[in-house]
């Protein structure tokens, strides 16, 4: 059992990356935390790696494309723990890699990112809402990204405008704006529903291809995940505040 006075947190896609780095700061700052991934053995080898005296870090199986995997994991907490105080949907994928002209994508590649990035977001939520509702202070971060920013994308001579991705970057874009309806719906609620860009960073998806450490993008993921009571909800943020939509 976990503390009862710990939060409990979902991460997924968490046995690298990113998400893996959102485990431990959250894992450090007291809370019990749910490291998500698809695959037992990665799963139970990130725990390992990232387990230390006083974190509270446990292995949760979940595929977020596969609605049995889903309904497995919302069972396995509500048995658990009875609530989430924090769920962060990390887990995607990037099929394309730049120069990426969107004629030259396929049907596909376009179905296959959004199974991940868009679906399974949204199936996660559905699935684990009835829970977060059950905590004090539920929050919600949705993990986007730049590229899913439309005003970025219309900005002349930056990365984003300069790098078009027919899939990923609409996928985030999707990902934004079912951040804003949620957030509508729970607007009454304690429940806090954000979008975050951790920034480029050094991981698998960009083949290490940045000086950001994971560490340096988990940091305002994890922000937006232990929000006070007065924090912004339906948002879109990086580590300098306010991203465009
Ligand atoms: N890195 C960047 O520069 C950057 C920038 C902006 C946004 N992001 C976003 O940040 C998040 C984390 O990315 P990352 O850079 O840490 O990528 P990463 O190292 O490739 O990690 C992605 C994680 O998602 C998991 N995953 C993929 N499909 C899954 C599924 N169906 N069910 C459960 N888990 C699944 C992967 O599991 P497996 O190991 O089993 O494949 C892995 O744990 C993503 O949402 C990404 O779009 C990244």
Redesign the pocket.
């Known amino acids: 059992m976990a503390n009862a006075e710990s939060k409990v947190a979902l991460v997924?896609?968490?046995?690298?990356?990113?998400?893996?780095?959102i485990v431990g700061q959250l894992a450090d700052l007291g809370y019990t935390v749910l490291l998500?991934?698809?695959?037992a053995a990665?799963g139970a080898e990130?725990v390992a790696s990232i387990s230390r005296q006083g974190r509270d870090v446990r292995f949760q199986l979940?595929?977020?494309?596969?609605a049995d995997?889903v309904a497995r994991a919302a069972a396995d907490i509500e048995r658990e723990f009875g609530r989430l105080d924090a769920l962060v949907?990390?887990?995607?994928?990037?099929l394309e890699w730049h120069p990426s002209p969107p004629s030259q994508c396929t049907m596909d590649l376009v179905r296959q990112t959004y199974?991940?990035?868009v679906f399974?977001t949204m199936s996660i939520i559905l699935a684990m809402l009835p829970l977060v509702r059950r905590s004090d202070a539920g929050r919600i971060v949705n993990?986007?990204?730049?590229?899913g920013s439309i005003g970025l994308a219309k900005t002349p001579n930056t990365p984003f405008n300069l790098k078009p991705m027919l899939s990923?970057s609409t996928s985030?874009t999707a990902?934004n704006a079912l951040t804003v309806q949620f957030a509508n719906e729970l607007r009454d609620t304690p429940i806090k529903v954000n979008a975050a860009?951790?920034?480029?960073?050094?991981?698998?998806?960009?083949f290490h291809d940045?000086a950001?450490t994971?560490d340096m993008?988990a940091r305002p993921i994890v922000r937006l995940a232990t929000l006070p009571a007065d924090g912004p909800s339906g948002g879109f943020f990086d580590e300098s505040g306010v991203v465009p939509w």
């Open positions: 997924t896609g968490a046995n690298k990356g990113i998400g893996l780095a998500g991934a698809r695959d990665r990130a979940i595929d977020i494309t596969d995997s949907n990390n887990a995607g994928l990037k199974e991940t990035n399974g993990v986007s990204s730049g590229l990923y985030k990902v860009d951790p920034g480029y960073t050094a991981t698998d998806m960009t940045s950001r994971p993008a």
